[in-house]
Structures are given as C-alpha cells and as structure tokens.
C-alpha cells in the first residue's frame, strides 16, 4: 500500500505528468473562449468543460492520495483545490456566480508555471515596501474625493455628487482620461476650478512617480546586495584569510627561527619567545667565546 | 506638578495614545466621506465631528502641557496646531472656507504614522535635485505658451487667446489628453501647426524623462552610498588593519631576531642597524676574537 | 579565379562599399515615401524603384560570389536574401501582397547599420527574461477577457459581445485610451461594473511596472556585471596575487635563512623543519666548533 | 585703458552682474506675458521691453570689452549674441517672424543660470547614447508609414491618405490618443486593421521603453563610474600599495639579517644569497674562527 503511495506520488511530481496538467489546462481556457462565440459548437464545448473537470478532480484526488495533508502546506495547492470544488458544486445556487467562477480555472496555469508563481510571490513581497506610499496616494486621493465635492458637489453632480462618484472621477483624472472634460463641467461655475484638477494631477503623478522609483531602487538594492554583492564580500573574505593564513605562517617560521638561534647560542634568560613583547638581555655567550 | 507633566508627557508618547489618536483621525475622515451622501444621518454626523474636534483639542492640549516650547520644534505639531485651530474657530467668517479647510484633517494621517512623514520628508529633501529640471521644463513651456498664443492667439482664441488659456492647453497637451483638437483647431490657418504641437510633446516628454531618470539616479546613488557602499568601505578597512598589524607585528619578530643574532656573534658590516625597533650597541665580541 | 574572388570579398566588406548600400536603401525608402503622394513622379519613381532593386541584386550577388555558403550563416543576410528575391518575383500573383512587401526593404537599414542590429539583438535577448512577466499579463487579460464577456456579453455586445472583441476592448482599456467610455456603456446595466474597470487598470498597471522594473534592474545588473564589476574582480585578484606573491618570497628567504642557521649552529630540539621548503640535514659543523 | 578692461572684466563677471541680468531677463518674460493680455498696458509694455532690450545691448557690448574675441568661444555666448541681434534688427522685414523669436530671450534664463547650462549639456552628451534607438524608432515608424498607407490610404485618406498625413496618425496613436478612432475607421474597410494598430503600439512601445531604459543604465552607470567607483578603486589602490611597501621592508629586514648570519658563521653551503637585495661576499671572518 504503501508502495503504490510512493508509486503515485512519483508519478504526480514527474514532469509529464504536470506537463500534461498544463496542456489541460490550456485546453480548458480555449474551450471557455470558444464557448463566448456561442454557436452550434456550444454542445460539444460543454461536455469538453466537463470531460476537463473530470481530468481536474482526477489530479486532485491522486495529489491527495500521494502528499495526504502535505497537500495543504502549499497555498496554491489551496486555490486549486477551491477551483476544482468551485467546479463540480452543481450549479443549482445563483447560476451566474458559478459559471463566472469558473475563470478562474485559467488562473491555474499561474499555478502551473513555476516561474509564474515566482513572479506572483514577488510581486506580494514587494507589496508591504510599496505600502507606505500606496497609503500616501490613497489619503491624498481620498482628501481631494472630500475637498472636491465640497467645492463642486452641488454645481457638478454627475462628477462630484457624493464621495463614491468623486473617487471614481478622480481616478479616471489619474489615468489622465477625459480630465479635460471633467475640468470645463467645473469651469463654468468655478472660474478657478483648474487648479483643483491640475494641482491634483500634478501632486499625484509626482507620488506615483516616487513609488515607482521607490520600487525600482529597492529591487536593485536587494539584487545587487543578493547577487553580486555578497559574491564580492565573499572573494574579498577568502583573500583576505589566504594573506592572513600566510602572514601566520610567516611569523610561525621566524618564531622557530628565533628559537633556534637563542637555543643554539643559548641564554639562560630567553625564557619567553621573540613576537611581540621581547626585550633581548645582553649576550651571555660572549666570554665561553673568548676561551682557547 | 512636575511629576504629573512628566507622566502626561509618557501618555502623549506611549504606543496606544498615538493608535487612538489615529483611529480617531480615521474616523473623522469616514465621518467628512460620509457626509457627502447627506441623507437622514446628517444631525449624527456634525455631533460626531464635533467629538473629534473635541478629542484633537484634549490631544493638543496635552501635548502642550507635556512638550510646552518643545511642541514647537517639530513643524509636523505645526501642521497640527493649525488644523484644529481652524477646525474650533466659529464658522463665522466666510463658511465655506473654513468647511473647505476642514478637509486638512484627514492629511493628519501624514503626522500621525511616522513611516509617512519619513516619505513627505524624503520628498521634499529630494525636490531641490529636481529643481533645476523642473526649472528647466517651467521655461520651455512658458517659452511655448508665448509662442503659441503669438502664433495662435488670434485665429483659436478659445485655447491660446492669453497667457492663462494658452498655458492650461499646454499643460493639457502635456497629459497627452485631447491635443490631436487642439492642433485641428489650429491646423485650419495654420497648416504648418502641427510643428508645434509635435515638436512640443518631443521636448517636455524628453525633459520628464530625463527628470525622471535623474531622480532615479540620485535615489539609486544615495541608497548605495549610505548602505552596501559604506559597508564594504568598512569591511576593507578592517581586513586592510588587520593585514597592517600583522606584518608590523613580524617585523618586529625580524628586527628582535636580527639584534639578537648581532649581539652573539658580531660581524664587522653589520653597522647599520636593521629595520626599525633595532637599536643595536657597538660590538664588544669583536676583539676577543682576534684572539689566540 | 580565387583571387578574383577574394577581391570581390574585399570589396563587399569594404568600408564605403556598405555605406553606398545604405544610401541606396535610404534612397529607396525616400522613393516609397514620395510614391504615396502620386502625381505625374509616378512614372519616374517607379524606374528609380527598378534601379534600387537592381542594385539589391547585384549586392546580393557580389556577396554570395563572395562568401559562398558563409553568406547563409548570418540570419541578418537571410533577412536580405529574403527581401531581393521578395522584390524581384513578377507582381503577377495577389498584387498588394507584394506590394506591401515592398516596405522590408526600409528595414535593410537596420541590417545595414551594426549598432541597429546590436540592439535589435539586445531587444529578443532580453526577451526571455520578461517572458514569464509577459506570460502573466496575458494570462490575466485573457481572464479578464472571458470574465468581461460573461458578465457584460450580453448587455454591451459591441465591446464585449465575444472573445475577440473583448480582448480588443481591454487592449483599448489598457492604453487607457476611452476606458471612460466603455464603462459608461457597462454602468447602465451593471451598476458595480466599474470595479471591473478600476481592478483591471490597476492590475495590468502594476504588472506593467513591474515588467519595466524587472528589465531596468536586469539590465543594470548585466551592464555592472560585464563592465565595472569585471574590472574590479580582476584589480582585486592582481592585488591580492601580487601580495601572496610577495609573501611566497619571504617565506623563501627565512626558511633559506634558518637552513643557514641550523647548518651553522645545530640545535638538539630542532628536530621540526621550518616552514615549508626547508628540509635540513643534520650540522656537519657542530664537532669543529666544540674543538679546542 | 587694460586697467579698465579689466574692471569691466571684474564686474561683468561679478555675482550681482549676473544675478541683476537675471531679473531682467525673468522681468522681460514677464513683460511678453503680461502683452499677451493686451488691453491697455500695452504701450508701456512695449517701452518696458525696449529698455529691456537696450540692457541687454549694454551687456553684450560690457561682455565684448571685457572678453573681446574669448566671447565667441563659448557657445552660449553665441546664442546670446544672435538674441540681441535679433532683438535690435528693425522689424521692417516680414514682422512676424521677428515678433516671434522674441520669445527666445526668455530662453536666455538657460544661459543665466548655470545648473541649466549643465543640464542642456548633459542632455546633448547623452543624445548619441540614444541615437541608434531613436534611429530605430523612426525607421520602425516610417515603416509603418509606408505599409499604412498602401494598405489604408485609399479607403481612409483623412488620416493615411499619403505619407505625411500618414506620419502624423502614428504619432498621435504613439501618444496613444485617439488610436480607437483611427481603428475605427480603417475597420470599416478593413476588418484585420486592428492588427496593425495594435502590433504598431506593442512595438513602438517596447522600442521606447528601451530607450527609457538604456538611458536609465547609462546615466547610473556612469554615475557610479565617476563617483563611488573611483573612489572605491583609489581606496583599494592605497591599500595595496601600504601593503607591498610594508612587505618591501620586512623582505629588505630579513635579508639583511641573512647576510649577517653568514658572516657571522658561515656555513659552506650558504653559497648562494638570499632574495633579492643580498649580495654577500665570501666570509672572511670563517678562518679566523678555525683559529686554535
């Protein structure tokens, strides 16, 4: 039993088999593209969505079989999981919820693409360090939505009537969209209403400039200090402990040499050896010299 | 009395008492959001204000009483002690106005989450870099405002009939928005107008680029210099030291070896003393051994 | 006969060799150009295409006698192949197809020109490496495709009535060109639909940036790498081998230096070598010395 | 009449000269934007710019005593000659045009202030860094040209009914404004239009976001080239060179001790001397030393 256990998680962590996964996959996005043209293909198109969730709860069920709860420890094993149960509930609840619900059977190829569920990791690491800036635009965002429906609220209802409509107009404002049009709504009734808008397009274009920059430079930063820096910091270590490895071995030898020479002329007072510290008494040696 | 300052100045500087006030500040920013809708909840509303108001001055009250001058060093307090003196001035001077400023009180968020101040600071540290570039594109597009309106100013009034409208054209011409009207506007009596607007979008394009780059640069430059850069310019240090301690350390073996060696059996062409730390007395062996 | 032909060599790879076939692909692009005005040059242009080919034959000629089959071994020389021959087949099948084909010919300046072929070589290398980002951004506005369809296909059928149109549709939201509009259609019947706007321009945006940011960083990294970085590794390792070598030399000199002392005056307890190289043989000269 | 000279060199080049030329040129910028208004300043205006005019004449002249010919070598002097000259030629000829290069004495703001000075000169050096891929833009653009109109010209001539109006539309979709409209338009006709639009933006894009780019890396490059890298490259230098001078000296220490230890007793096999910098005569005192 066990042996089969091992045997299907062998199988379920092989290449083809999530090669194959991914080409399912695949299909399943085509055939839910397909299906939007309609036709008289619509028929088919079903039963190859069914025939696709088949395939998808088979995988599921082998992954469960070969990792038991470890299936669990990976997130992403997660949002499959709740992909496939999405699939096979009956759609007798609100029908539109599920069928919509069934995109994100697409996502799925990010969770078969190794290197795409990197980038997704990445890209929500990097969330907390653009944080604090993301919570600058929106204050300023917010603040202007207030500021520009108290100013324009009641001369311009269709683009500042109330806090949800300004938002909204502001952030079109933000893609620099039809900003122009919203500004001469305004200008019949507030001659200086242009400040408003170009203030605020100025202000945050400047913060989104930063946060970009912000991200750019961190990016760097980690890749330099991960890749090539510590490779650098590496060499110089290793450098470094060869000269200090030799000089040791140097002073080992003078050392010794040192000794010699004491021991073969040798004085009673030489106790401690020569390196740092040695203050050399007068020669003994001299008179057993003067003999003969 | 000294005592309970000093225990007031520990609340005003304790964790909870800047979340609270936060928390406060936040509410009184959904309470401005939900006023817009108007609506039954109106009275509820300027009652709930009116408790924020109150909370900010208690806030600032304190903090007077725990900083006292102190309070004033730091211009974010500033920032502060104006936005609620606005806000409990009586709204009887011009309305709106003092509605309008009301709005400043969201912006507290900055003051009261340090990681935002640090990035109002950094911008603000960072706009004197960029102010010659900025400086640069407010000449060109003054330049281009005299020059479109001279161009013109007669046959399309309506966007370069003076300096103002001519410059919020351009201004709208450098949000990319709408600028294909301006220029069949102008191409009518100008069929060469096109020159002007295609040669405008080239240049402040260009210098925006280059402003951007340039921040970029000195974001990217500070950031090493004061991170890994310092690091490794300190990690060589040491290894350099300890390299130098070293090598003076074995020196000073070899010179301790070479004056003992001399003190025991002299040699004539031995007069120089050897490196530093060998201050060697005449030899006194010498005589003897001519001996015999 | 090889020589002829090494001459021939000579003469293409020549310096004013390839700028005359530059001017002359300059020159035909210029005829293109003045060829859409029509008018009586027509006739005119028309020969002076008939030239340009001419010369394209005789270039393609003079290098395929000159290199044989190394002249197929340059994609950018299939590119040209490619082109002639495309310029020089009878107009007598689908006629605007091969018109149309005539545009190519402006792109030998790129094949002419080395630092253009350099980039555009730079431009697929650095393909790969923002394949996998590119790969995400499809995968999301595919989704957003088929989930736009689904939601609003039936209501708004002229932006989102199928797969391909919605993909359009997005393309255009992309640009953040007109977005305004299409929301404005989706806003009649779907109330909630500008979340749909709003979370795609944000999504795709921040994808975007980070693709960008990913080849910035990428590109900084390769050109550090390549350049500077190369540089001071290899400083760093001439330094560092400098030393040792340095080093290697002393140790050479004491180790001689206490063979020298040892042969001289032995020493009983110097039974160890010192240091590396120093291999020493018992003192021939201890007996002599104790004579007397 | 040198002494005075160069007073007249002292003061044109003194601080306040420059910074009063300043406010002039800004007060005659002003002056142009105050006449677009006209009403019924304007003759003062007209005086106000005349006397304007007549300081910059005292100035270029002050400048051309002080410096004589040394004046033209700096290019930006040049440019402030032909602005005076401009401004002084009698508007007899065709008056508008000279009415118009009025303008360019605004642009002497540039030449008054050095940090922009630097900029200009900076973005010049950096054009060639660009060149290739600008050069490569526009022959992607003018590519698309040419096949844009053959392909739509005859059914949309309003926007590609010949080369120029050609290049025109694909400047306006490059700023991606408008391109639906265009899209449109050629959809009627041509229901694959939207491919060329499309793959027009992806590619021209990708083109400028490289541009972006290497300019970005080049600029950080060279940042760091001149800057920190130097540095760095210095520091490591100094370091090595203390090292092999330390190192120098203890080889030059031990040498001489070896050539002490062979005098002093010498042992048949020393023959040969020790590192570098050893020369040691036969021994002469070894005899002596036989001696009894």
Same mark, same amino acid.
């Given at each position: 039993?066990?042996? @089969?256990?091992? +045997?299907?998680?062998?199988?379920?962590?092989?290449?083809?088999?999530?090669?194959?996964?991914?080409?399912?996959?695949?299909?399943?996005?085509?055939?839910?593209?397909?299906?939007?043209?309609?036709?008289?293909?619509?028929?088919?198109?079903?039963?190859?969505?069914?025939?696709?969730?088949?395939?998808?709860?088979?995988?599921?069920?082998?992954?469960?079989?070969?990792? @038991?709860?470890?299936?669990?420890?990976?997130?992403?094993?997660?949002? *499959?999981?709740?992909?496939?149960?999405?699939?096979?509930?009956?759609?007798?609840?609100?029908?539109?919820?599920?069928?919509?619900?069934?995109?994100?059977?697409?996502? @799925?190829?990010?969770?078969?693409?190794?290197?795409? @569920?990197?980038?997704?990791?990445?890209?929500?690491?990097?969330?907390?360090?653009?944080?604090?800036?993301?919570?600058?635009?929106?204050?300023?965002?917010?603040?202007?939505?207030?500021? #520009? &429906? &108290?100013?324009?609220? *009641?001369?311009?209802?269709?683009?500042?009537?109330?806090? %949800?409509?300004?938002?909204?107009?502001?952030?079109?404002?933000?893609?620099?969209?039809?900003?122009? *049009?919203?500004? *001469?709504?305004?200008?019949?009734? $507030?001659?200086? %209403?242009?400040?408003?808008?170009?203030?605020?397009?100025?202000?945050?274009?400047?913060?989104?400039?930063?946060?970009?920059?912000?991200?750019?430079?961190?990016?760097?930063?980690?890749?330099?200090?991960?890749?090539?820096?510590?490779?650098?910091?590496?060499?110089?270590?290793? +450098? $470094?402990?060869?000269?200090?490895?030799?000089?040791?071995?140097?002073?080992?030898?003078?050392?010794?040499?040192?000794?010699?020479?004491?021991? $073969?002329?040798?004085?009673?007072?030489?106790?401690?050896?020569?390196?740092?510290?040695? %203050?050399?008494? $007068?020669?003994?040696?001299?008179?057993?010299? #003067?003999? %003969?």
């Amino acid at each position: 039993m066990v042996l @089969r256990r091992s +045997q299907v998680a062998q199988m379920v962590e092989s290449r083809w088999f999530s090669n194959t996964m991914l080409v399912v996959i695949l299909i399943n996005a085509a055939v839910l593209g397909w299906a939007t043209y309609g036709g008289s293909a619509q028929p088919y198109l079903v039963v190859a969505e069914r025939i696709v969730v088949g395939v998808f709860v088979v995988e599921l069920a082998l992954k469960l079989i070969a990792w @038991r709860g470890g299936f669990f420890r990976d997130p992403w094993n997660w949002f *499959d999981f709740f992909v496939v149960v999405i699939s096979v509930i009956p759609a007798t609840g609100p029908f539109s919820v599920l069928r919509i619900l069934r995109v994100l059977r697409i996502l @799925r190829v990010i969770t078969a693409v190794p290197q795409m @569920r990197t980038i997704i990791s990445a890209l929500f690491r990097s969330m907390p360090g653009m944080g604090t800036v993301i919570g600058l635009l929106l204050v300023v965002v917010y603040t202007a939505a207030i500021l #520009g &429906q &108290q100013l324009f609220g *009641d001369d311009v209802p269709q683009y500042f009537g109330d806090l %949800g409509t300004t938002l909204y107009t502001l952030f079109t404002v933000m893609t620099t969209e039809n900003w122009p *049009d919203f500004a *001469d709504a305004v200008a019949e009734d $507030h001659p200086l %209403g242009w400040m408003f808008f170009v203030g605020y397009i100025v202000v945050t274009t400047f913060i989104v400039l930063n946060l970009v920059i912000g991200v750019i430079v961190t990016a760097m930063e980690q890749e330099v200090e991960s890749g090539l820096w510590a490779e650098d910091q590496k060499l110089e270590a290793v +450098q $470094h402990e060869a000269v200090m490895a030799k000089l040791a071995e140097l002073s080992e030898q003078v050392a010794r040499l040192d000794r010699m020479v004491r021991d $073969h002329g040798g004085d009673p007072d030489a106790g401690e050896p020569v390196g740092q510290g040695a %203050g050399v008494a $007068h020669d003994p040696v001299q008179p057993s010299n #003067g003999s %003969g």
